[in-house]
């Protein structure tokens, strides 16, 4: 019933083809291992947390509304001034001067008259907000009953998908949130659209009453094309939420679809917010308007954005990706952007509900139940898709041979096509932006749904024979995306290189590595066609969870001697928690002895082999290292080895401990990353905010994000190493420890510089931001 044209199919084409039957609902995104396939699919309408105009910049539009006023009000405050201003210089006598405090006098009692109108209009905007929460209120016990009852509201339904429909063909209008009235979606579940009755899912919405000045009489009208009542009732969950989440959560709400003022309006609401300081200034003045909301820091630019990843932190990871995956969303859902995290369901996640919905999927010819289980956690939506083949690989995530299918059915409504951005994340979804472009817009649909790949290492790109081109399912004209030439293996196939070509942005995780990918060293085969399309690459150097990573807040050094510090406290609770480290470890509890650490996974990337050469000089010094890690067999091996040998001295610890890795982070004094490459690298910046000195290859993000410590200038934040190689690693180790023996204040002044920066997300996600919106507006 392909509606929208001719679907492509394939070895699996039956799947793919539901797939794309369903439209806009559901994106596949397929992600590949090597000869193993993962597919990764679109995107679920999820609920709650939307975003919608805000209370101060309706207020805003509806002052500029009633008197069209704040750009003329400026100008005749200053004409004010300058009458004034005459009459001063023009002496205080004669009719001239009468005549002008007269003028004056009018002038005033216009704009007092005009402020009183304004509060006025306020206290009606008020009055209206708060019949609203009474009536929230009043239903209360409803809201009870429909929170605990089963009343499903479908996740897809044909009148959702006309919706979107009318929504979609605006470029960036934003109108693509609907909140739909659940009778309306009980009526419309069986549509046209959805071929089978879709199961339900007991979702929470977060929506606020489009409360839009009329034109004329300056009343707010609750006017839609759903019923006022459900409206009313989700506006009331929207506070619930709000309140639940005070002021640390965002305040992303969700608009009504047919309501939600467009972009141009946005605009015009903000040019009004910025001219409107009377207003602003009448608005603080009045101590009940403690419910008008700041506006979103992201402004007009306010997206629905999905983050699909392979990994996400807390409930899944295995390196750095996870914890992107679960911080950044959150930055980005606090600048107000409405957003969903779409990844795995490895094991049993106990924040997470069972959405009750069920989908069949074929995967490599096999029938296959898909399951959704959905958390709202800080403003944001993480959906976990679960499938047979996801459990009880949590600890080999990219490991085993297998074809995985990876779909969200997406409603395509709370979070539309007009204003949404897909950010991908590695090879594993970098089929994403392939299957948006061949499935939906080659078809004319989600035309204005952009997507954004993210390199967090290009040397995992998906690579296999040219046969698994039969594998993604995708007309023939397509494999050219993924084709590439190999000096060793000749014509291959290239899932990375796919993603990146067809991606409207490419960012990578710090400026150092943007440049690199562009060589023949660090492109991995891929820096052609980085090059080719430098225009859309970005790098933006990933932030920190600064809640997480706190050594003020650390869950993990509340125990066993641990303790939590700050920079006040650093001088006597970071010698506590390295006595801690050493007791846990079976070391001897020294002070004095320098404690260096290693965490990471051990393959060739993290330069554990130049940690190796390093050893028999280290065990030459007084120190002590604890390894930290994971990976390939023989440098596990290694690890092993080094700590009996050297067993006064040495620690290696195999195996993959978040509580641990964050003690050593607090207890070490010096963390080493002598990492071949480092597109980012988290751990350097963990280290520094916890008072624990870098010392890094100088690659990549470690370059970008540790300055040289310089003695003479008092400046810097660690050592670094001009080249990865044992003698140089040696080199910077020896300076570190000689500063941390001999100066104390230097050290200490690493400590506090490392410790002061601000290494949270909130700028980088205020960079990626600016990607999204050059994407949206990218033809
Ligand atoms: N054995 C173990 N036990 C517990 N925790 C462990 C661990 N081994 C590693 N970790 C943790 O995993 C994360 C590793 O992150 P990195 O950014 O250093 O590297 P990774 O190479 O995985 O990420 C890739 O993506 C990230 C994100 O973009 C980039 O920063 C990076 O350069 C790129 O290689 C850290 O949180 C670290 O503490």
Redo the contacts with the bound molecule.
């Keep these: 019933m392909a509606s929208t044209g001719s679907f492509p199919t394939g070895v699996d084409g039956s799947a793919l083809l539901n797939i794309a039957n369903r439209r806009q609902h559901v994106i596949p995104i397929l992600a590949f291992r090597p000869r193993k396939h993962v597919e990764v699919g679109g995107i679920s309408d999820c609920n709650s947390a939307g975003f919608s105009r805000d209370l101060t910049l309706n207020l805003c539009s509806r002052l500029s509304q009633c008197c069209g006023r704040n750009g003329r009000r400026r100008r005749w405050t200053t004409q004010l001034v300058e009458a004034t201003g005459e009459a001063a210089e023009g002496g205080e006598s004669g009719d001239e001067s009468d005549s002008l405090q007269a003028t004056i006098d009018k002038s005033m009692s216009q704009v007092l008259a005009m402020q009183k109108d304004l509060l006025q209009q306020i206290s009606e905007r008020k009055k209206l907000v708060s019949s609203i929460k009474n009536s929230i209120i009043d239903q209360e016990g409803s809201k009870q009953r429909y929170l605990e009852s089963d009343v499903p509201i479908s996740i897809v339904d044909a009148a959702a998908s006309k919706d979107a429909e009318l929504g979609k063909d605006l470029p960036g209008n934003g109108t693509s949130f609907a909140a739909r009235p659940q009778q309306h979606l009980e009526a419309t579940t069986s549509g046209d659209v959805q071929s089978e009755k879709v199961p339900s899912m007991p979702l929470k919405f977060s929506m606020t009453p489009n409360l839009e000045p009329s034109s004329s009489n300056g009343s707010y009208n609750m006017e839609s094309k759903n019923t006022t009542e459900v409206r009313i009732s989700d506006t009331k969950t929207s506070m619930e939420e709000d309140s639940n989440k005070k002021l640390k959560d965002t305040t992303v709400k969700t608009a009504i679809l047919s309501d939600r003022p467009s972009c141009a309006e946005d605009e015009k609401h903000e040019d009004v917010k910025e001219s409107s300081s009377v207003d602003a200034n009448a608005e603080l003045d009045d101590p009940s308007n403690e419910d008008v909301k700041p506006p979103p820091l992201a402004g007009v630019n306010v997206m629905n954005i999905i983050l699909v990843a392979a990994e996400c932190?807390p409930w899944s990871?295995?390196?750095?990706?996870?914890?992107?995956a679960g911080a950044l969303p959150k930055a980005l859902a606090r600048r107000g952007h409405r957003v969903m995290v779409v990844a795995p369901r490895y094991s049993n996640y106990p924040e997470a509900q069972d959405s009750g919905v069920r989908k069949r999927y074929k995967v490599d010819g096999q029938d296959m139940e898909v399951n959704y289980f959905q958390a709202y956690i800080d403003g944001v939506d993480f959906v976990f898709i679960d499938s047979p083949i996801f459990q009880h690989i949590e600890k080999n995530i990219y490991g085993g041979n297998r074809v995985v299918p990876w779909y969200v059915p997406c409603g395509g409504v709370c979070y539309g096509d007009g204003n949404l951005v897909f950010i991908a994340n590695?090879w594993h979804t970098a089929l994403l932006p392939v299957y948006l472009k061949a499935y939906y817009q080659d078809n004319g649909l989600m035309k204005y749904t952009r997507s954004v790949l993210?390199i967090?290492?290009i040397a995992h790109q998906g690579r296999g024979p040219l046969d698994d081109f039969s594998y993604v399912d995708l007309p023939p004209h397509y494999l050219d995306l993924f084709k590439l030439y190999d000096p060793v293996g000749g014509d291959h196939f290239n899932i990375f290189a796919a993603g990146l070509k067809t991606a409207d942005r490419v960012v990578t995780?710090?400026h150092g590595?943007a440049w690199e990918l562009k060589t023949s060293e660090g492109g991995w085969g891929l820096h052609e066609i980085i090059n080719e399309n430098d225009w859309k690459l970005r790098g933006i150097v990933?932030g920190i969870d600064t809640e997480d990573w706190s050594p003020e807040l650390d869950v993990h050094l509340q125990s066993d001697g641990y303790v939590n510090y700050s920079l006040d406290t650093l001088q006597s609770g970071k010698p506590q928690c390295k006595a801690a480290l050493q007791k846990e470890l079976g070391l001897p509890v020294r002070a004095d002895v320098p404690l260096i650490g290693f965490?990471?996974?051990?393959d060739q990337?993290?330069g554990v082999d130049l940690i190796a050469e390093a050893v028999p000089w280290m065990m030459g010094q007084d120190v002590q290292l604890v390894m930290?890690?994971?990976g390939r067999p023989d440098l596990e091996q290694m690890l092993r080895q080094f700590e009996g040998q050297y067993n006064d001295k040495v620690r290696g610890?195999v195996?993959?401990?978040?509580k641990?890795?964050?003690r050593i982070?607090a207890g070490a004094d010096i963390l080493l990353?002598p990492?071949r490459?480092?597109?980012?690298?988290?751990?350097?910046l963990?280290a520094m905010r916890y008072g624990t000195i870098p010392v890094v290859h100088a690659v990549?993000?470690l370059r970008d994000t540790v300055q040289p410590f310089n003695p003479f200038e008092e400046s810097g934040l660690g050592w670094t190493f001009a080249r990865a190689d044992g003698n140089e690693l040696m080199h910077a180790l020896g300076n570190c420890l000689l500063t941390y023996h001999q100066y104390k204040e230097s050290w200490e002044g690493l400590q506090k510089r490392g410790m002061l920066q601000d290494l949270s997300w909130d700028s980088a996600a205020q960079n990626y931001e600016e990607v999204l919106v050059a994407a949206k507006y990218q033809w």
């Design positions: 932190a990871k295995t390196g750095g990706l996870g914890d992107v590695d993210v967090h290492n995780v710090s590595y990933n965490i990471g996974r051990l990337q993290k930290l890690g994971t610890w195996g993959f401990s978040v641990t890795a964050h982070t990353m990492s490459f480092e597109p980012c690298g988290l751990n350097q963990y990549g993000g």
